[in-house]
């Protein structure tokens, strides 16, 4: 036999499933673009050097491992798609007398030709398309980096290295089927499966319950801490419930839908309910598949970009003026050399102090016991743990511009604790009569625990009357003018100067804070467009999977129920609306799990500081829109191949 | 009086530009009794299947008329046609067509649904065909869990159940094991008796002596004709297979 043989029969066999072949070589070609690039940004030389550079490599190796792992599952399960379409194909070469050995070789000539393919455009797209993501990753961060055109050599070994496992898993897997499997039943290979789904009421009410919890669990979180602790439970409990409600629920109303005589035997419901049926069979896994994905892409995207335009706010919450320096544990002595090696140095660098505020306040933490607050120690459960911070009247009359006096059991009082209403707050022991109630926080303190845990302020004549006074912190900030580089050097001085003087002190600015949101906030939001990309790519192209093998099935229906006397449009119909149904239905399960998953995601934002709940319902509903109008776009351009086949 | 009527009914195939002419029916002229039952057979190629599709309505013929208790089938509008076809004919096809995702119940009732029936008139008018076809302990089951011979009887059942002038048979025999085909045939000779109106197209001279008249398809014409008349099933097979042997080895009928 011709030597050549083998080769291009693989060669004929691909162009020959061109419709299912083109789209998995393009998936591949993508997956292997966005492994190299993501891997080639977080090793590239760079990114050293700037705040915050160290968390943001850290992402992105996490973004190289999950686009790693994420292209093994998925490329695995469209070759899985493939092979099962081709079994009567294959079953056909093995009638007219190749052996298996010889179908293998073809099946390695395949899979040696579409890695080959994969793996040179993909590493070419990759390397072209790097410098444009590194561009926009570093036009995010607003990093300023010299860098030329670079090809990332360790980049792409390990690129190859990944997919031509992944590739050599899928080629095995192939071998495997075909060896075990006999020619008749490879010819009949994908006409099987055609048993009536039974109802599985078990696993309707675990995911029924699932689901129900994992609502309940997002609905009723108090505090922001208990979102974090919660949250994973939560997701895991949804998907268990997606996934089970998808595959056994919906033939569980299917079925009850079918008993109710009445209404399965009218024209509109008799074929699309039976239809219906066989579709979830088939299909459930796959939906489930999509609505997680999608739910993923959503909530990642929603969020990194809420996160990234809300920095400014989180900015301003966390730095009041461009320096700020705080002394933890301190006392009268140190609070006054600080501000002694403060104005020197100040002074001998000839820079103007604007704006200056400082504050003296002490954090307790307390246990609300019968409407009592006891201090506690370091080993109580965090969780029932609440503030309460003392600041001195003397203080509150500066920053605010008053002039109130107190009596020693007098307190101002601020907290955003809604049913603490009583006229006295009791510490220790020590009761105190709330003179006046605030309605705002106090502009300047630093307020950024209000909204993590219960907190209560409150302004008193002397600080050290209320509970243990350990946690004394000095917080003095100004504005100075100045380059973002004077400034970030000045504050490098100051803290030198601090350690130099014995002062346990801190002192932080406004711009490399930025600096450090930026990496983080700004690599967090390239990472989900990113992965936002893969999901959705991968999306798409199950959702196209799926109509291509429901087109050939649906054919031969198709002209049955011509021949038994449905008109051409009426079938169309029914088709139509049992299509829109099965591929809309992952679309409403996510934005149902985002609507509930969203106070959640509301208090876990809010431990990362970020309290704009417009700017998260904006920039969700924004992902959303945009997103399902790529699903319909997706699913209307497919739409037309499934019609294509059953016509 | 005549149910069926066909006069000179002629059917050209042509490619999609027109290049190559194939005829498929040149010229056939028939009718069909009420109650009448009528084999149509003729070798592969010979039209029977086009003509059995223009009979069904579900194609045109090039000219010619198919008169169907004297309306004129062929000139019905399209989107009349289906509800026609449906209300007027039954079919049996070689290859069964039941929907595998229906029970053998719900394929039968497929028509009345379609026809918008109440679910109280489909039962009851399911009842007695059922127990006649003998599927009354399977109509739950689904199209793949039965045999050939139930499959094809459930299909008797849902071309009966519409209560159709004409009941239009392709082959019904053809995949089905002897001892079904039997069965079938006894059930047709049944259905016939209680004056139902078959056609049926076949190649089984087996199939073709039960019916009261055999018509035989040659070059896209009615080439002959045999009535049973007072003829025993064997006689009448013997007649059959002599002509056929007649119509193959090209001899001129001479009766």
């Given at each position: ?11 004929i ?14 998936t ?9 690039i ?17 968390s943001?490599?850290t992402?992105l190796?996490?973004g190289?491992?999950?686009i790693?792992i994420f ?12 092979i099962?379409?081709?079994k009567k194909?294959i ?6 007398g ?5 179908i293998?070789k073809?099946l ?8 080959v393919?994969?793996?040179?455009a993909?590493?070419i797209?990759?390397i ?6 590194f ?6 961060l607003?990093f300023k980096?010299s ?12 690129t190859?290295?990944?997919f ?6 899928t080629?095995l897997?192939n071998l495997?089927?075909i060896?075990i499997l006999k020619p008749?039943e490879l010819?009949k290979?994908s006409?099987?499966g ?7 009421w ?6 029924l319950?699932?689901?129900c919890g ?6 009723n979180?108090?505090?922001?801490l208990?979102?974090l602790?919660?949250f ?6 949804v ?6 409600l998808?595959?056994a629920g919906s033939?569980?109303?299917?079925k ?5 005589k009445?209404?399965y ?8 309910v039976?239809g ?10 796959g ?6 994905l999608?739910?993923a892409v959503?909530v990642?995207?929603s969020?990194t970009?809420?996160?990234?335009a809300?920095?400014?706010?989180l900015?301003k919450l966390?730095?009041?003026?461009n320096?700020v320096v705080?002394a933890?544990e301190?006392?009268k ?9 403060l104005?020197s ?6 820079i103007?102090m604007k704006d200056?505020?400082?504050y003296l306040?002490?954090?307790l ?13 370091k ?6 743990v609440s ?6 009247i003397s203080?509150?009359n500066?920053?605010e511009?008053k002039?109130?006096?107190?009596h020693?059991n007098?307190?101002i009082?601020?907290s ?5 209403t ?7 022991n020590?009761s ?5 109630r605030?309605?705002k926080?106090?502009?300047g ?5 209000i909204d993590?845990v219960d907190?209560?302020i409150?302004?008193?004549n002397?600080?050290d009357?209320v509970?243990k006074?350990?946690?004394?912190e ?13 400034i ?5 001085k100051?803290?030198?100067k601090?350690s130099e ?12 804070g930025r600096?450090?949101?930026?990496s983080?906030y700004?690599?967090l ?6 992965l936002?990309?893969?999901f959705?790519m ?11 093998s429901e ?9 049955i129920?011509q021949?038994?006397g449905?008109d ?6 029914t088709i139509?609306s049992?299509v829109?149904m ?14 509930f ?5 509301t208090k876990?934002?809010a431990?990362l500081?970020?309290k ?6 904006l920039s969700t509903?924004g ?5 399902a109008a790529i699903?319909?776009?997706?699913f209307s351009?497919?739409?037309?191949v499934y019609?294509?086949?059953?016509e | 009086m005549?149910l069926l ?5 002629k059917?050209?195939?042509?490619s ?5 002419q194939?005829?498929a029916?040149?010229?056939?002229t028939f009718s069909?009794?009420?109650?009448e039952y009528v084999a149509?057979m ?5 039209g029977?299947t086009?003509?059995?599709n ?5 194609d ?11 309306k ?5 509008k399209?989107s009349?046609?289906t509800?026609?076809?449906?209300e007027n004919?039954?079919?049996?096809f070689?290859?069964f067509?039941l929907l595998?995702?229906f029970?053998l119940?719900?394929?039968?009732f497929?028509?009345l649904?379609?026809?918008?029936k ?6 009851k008018r399911l009842k007695?065909?059922a127990?006649?076809?003998g599927?009354?302990?399977?109509l739950?089951?689904?199209p793949?869990?039965?045999?050939g011979?139930q499959k ?8 009966l159940?519409t209560d159709?002038?004409?009941?239009l048979?392709?082959e019904?025999?053809?995949a ?7 069965q ?5 000779s049944?259905i016939?008796?209680e004056?139902?109106t078959?056609?049926?197209v076949?190649?089984?001279?087996k199939?073709a002596?039960?019916?009261g008249?055999?018509l035989f398809?040659?070059d896209?014409e009615?080439f002959?004709?045999?009535?049973r008349?007072?003829m ?9 297979s002599?002509?056929?042997?007649v ?6 009928a001479?009766e």
């Amino acid at each position: 036999m011709n030597k050549l043989f083998y080769p291009r029969l693989a060669v004929i066999n691909i162009k020959k499933n061109s419709k299912t072949y083109f789209p998995f070589i393009l998936t591949c070609i993508c997956t292997i673009m966005m492994f190299y690039i993501m891997y080639a940004i977080s090793i590239n030389k760079g990114l050293d050097g700037v705040n915050g550079s160290e968390s943001l490599k850290t992402l992105l190796s996490l973004g190289t491992i999950v686009i790693g792992i994420f292209s093994a599952i998925f490329l695995f399960y469209t070759n899985s798609f493939l092979i099962k379409r081709r079994k009567k194909e294959i079953g056909l070469y093995n009638v007219l007398g190749l052996e298996k050995k010889h179908i293998a070789k073809i099946l390695c000539f395949e899979c040696i030709f579409t890695s080959v393919i994969s793996l040179t455009a993909g590493l070419i797209g990759g390397i072209i398309l790097n410098k444009l993501m590194f561009l926009l990753l570093i036009k995010m961060l607003n990093f300023k980096v010299s860098f030329g055109f670079s090809i990332s050599v360790p980049s792409i070994i390990k690129t190859l290295i990944v997919f031509c496992s992944i590739f050599f898993v899928t080629l095995l897997s192939n071998l495997f089927q075909i060896k075990i499997l006999k020619p008749i039943e490879l010819l009949k290979g994908s006409e099987q499966g055609e048993k009536e789904p039974k109802t599985k009421w078990i696993m309707t009410i675990i995911g029924l319950a699932a689901l129900c919890g994992g609502y309940g669990i997002a609905l009723n979180v108090k505090s922001p801490l208990a979102a974090l602790n919660l949250f994973f439970g939560a997701v895991i409990l949804v998907m268990i419930g997606t996934y089970a409600l998808f595959t056994a629920g919906s033939i569980a109303v299917l079925k009850f839908l079918r008993k109710q005589k009445n209404f399965y035997y009218k024209t509109e419901h008799f074929i699309s309910v039976s239809g219906m049926m066989y579709r979830m069979k088939q299909n459930a896994v796959g939906l489930a598949n999509i609505c997680i994905l999608s739910t993923a892409v959503l909530v990642m995207l929603s969020t990194t970009i809420s996160l990234y335009a809300g920095m400014e706010d989180l900015l301003k919450l966390r730095y009041p003026r461009n320096i700020v320096v705080t002394a933890r544990e301190t006392n009268k002595n140190q609070i006054q050399k600080l501000d002694e090696t403060l104005d020197s140095e100040l002074k001998s660098g000839k820079i103007d102090m604007k704006d200056k505020l400082y504050y003296l306040d002490n954090s307790l933490e307390v246990i609300k016991k019968d409407s009592k607050f006891l201090c506690v120690n370091k080993n109580t459960d965090k969780s029932k743990v609440s503030m309460i911070e003392v600041i001195p009247i003397s203080d509150y009359n500066r920053l605010e511009g008053k002039n109130i006096t107190l009596h020693d059991n007098e307190v101002i009082f601020f907290s955003k604790v809604k049913n603490y209403t009583d006229d006295t707050i009791n510490i220790d022991n020590k009761s105190f009569k709330i003179k006046q109630r605030l309605d705002k926080p106090v502009d300047g303190l630093n307020n950024s625990m209000i909204d993590l845990v219960d907190t209560y302020i409150i302004f008193v004549n002397n600080i050290d009357d209320v509970g243990k006074n350990s946690f004394k912190e000095y917080t003095t900030a100004f504005n100075i003018k100045g380059t973002n580089k004077e400034i970030l050097s000045i504050s490098d001085k100051l803290n030198k100067k601090f350690s130099e003087n014995k002062i346990k002190a801190n002192a932080e600015s406004a711009v490399a804070g930025r600096e450090e949101f930026l990496s983080l906030y700004g690599g967090l939001f390239f990472l989900g467009i990113f992965l936002g990309a893969l999901f959705l790519m991968a999306t798409v192209l199950i959702i196209y999977y799926k109509q291509i093998s429901e087109g050939y099935e649906d054919k031969e229906r198709f002209e049955i129920m011509q021949k038994v006397g449905m008109d051409k449009s009426e079938i169309k119909k029914t088709i139509r609306s049992q299509v829109l149904m099965v591929f809309f239905l992952p679309l409403v399960f996510t934005v149902i799990h985002i609507a509930f998953a969203f106070p959640m995601i509301t208090k876990m934002l809010a431990v990362l500081g970020l309290k704009n709940v417009n700017l998260f319902i904006l920039s969700t509903a924004g992902t959303i829109i945009v997103f399902a109008a790529i699903y319909t776009i997706v699913f209307s351009l497919t739409a037309r191949v499934y019609y294509k086949i059953v016509e | 009086m005549k149910l069926l009527e066909v006069n000179n009914l002629k059917k050209i195939y042509s490619s999609r530009f027109g290049g190559n002419q194939v005829q498929a029916l040149s010229n056939v002229t028939f009718s069909v009794e009420k109650g009448e039952y009528v084999a149509i057979m003729g070798e592969s190629g010979s039209g029977k299947t086009t003509l059995l599709n223009i009979l069904a309505s579900l194609d045109k013929p090039t000219s010619g008329e198919v008169l169907l208790q004297g309306k004129n089938i062929v000139a019905i509008k399209e989107s009349e046609i289906t509800a026609f076809r449906r209300e007027n004919l039954g079919f049996v096809f070689q290859d069964f067509n039941l929907l595998d995702t229906f029970s053998l119940k719900d394929n039968i009732f497929l028509p009345l649904v379609l026809s918008r029936k109440s679910y109280g008139e489909m039962a009851k008018r399911l009842k007695p065909i059922a127990e006649k076809l003998g599927i009354e302990d399977i109509l739950e089951k689904f199209p793949y869990e039965v045999s050939g011979g139930q499959k094809q009887r459930a299909a008797v059942a849902r071309a009966l159940i519409t209560d159709p002038q004409l009941i239009l048979a392709d082959e019904p025999t053809g995949a089905l094991d002897s001892k079904s085909t039997d069965q079938l045939l006894k059930l047709f000779s049944e259905i016939n008796n209680e004056g139902q109106t078959i056609v049926m197209v076949t190649h089984s001279t087996k199939a073709a002596s039960h019916a009261g008249r055999v018509l035989f398809i040659k070059d896209g014409e009615v080439f002959h004709q045999l009535y049973r008349g007072s003829m025993s099933k064997e006689e009448m097979f013997e007649k059959i297979s002599n002509t056929l042997t007649v119509i193959t080895t090209g001899g001129a009928a001479n009766e």
